[in-house]
């Protein structure tokens, strides 16, 4: 379950860093609601996830999913560049996340 509570910690994460860029600042108020929203979430899951898990894993694989979800869709929706590089260093963090994983048992 903890790994569950965590993955959906990583989900609300990407959906708060990506929330920022349509506050435009903070000067929107719906986006901003919504991505304060998703940063009490997203803290809140992890918060619940580390009771059962070693708290450096949970935050690595935490800003882990964050990371490569954002740049994802940061190449989706805003066309940041995807060039062989980018995409080779976001396997790296995946490989690491899954390594984490499989380390904590």
Not at 7 to 27: H, M, Q, R, S, V
Request: aromatic letters at 8%; hydrophobic letters at 60%; glycine letters at 14%.
């Amino acid at each position: 379950m903890a790994w569950i509570l965590l993955t959906l910690a990583g989900l609300f994460e990407i959906g708060w860093a990506i929330g920022l860029k349509y506050t435009e600042g903070f000067t929107r108020p719906l986006p901003t609601l919504l991505t304060l929203a998703a940063m009490v979430v997203s803290v809140v899951l992890l918060g619940l996830a580390i009771r059962s898990l070693p708290v450096g894993t949970a935050y690595a694989v935490w800003t882990g999913i964050g990371t490569v979800g954002t740049v994802i869709l940061g190449i989706v929706l805003f066309a940041e560049p995807a060039s062989a590089l980018r995409l080779g260093c976001i396997a790296m963090i995946i490989a690491g996340i899954v390594g984490l994983k499989v380390a904590s048992g």
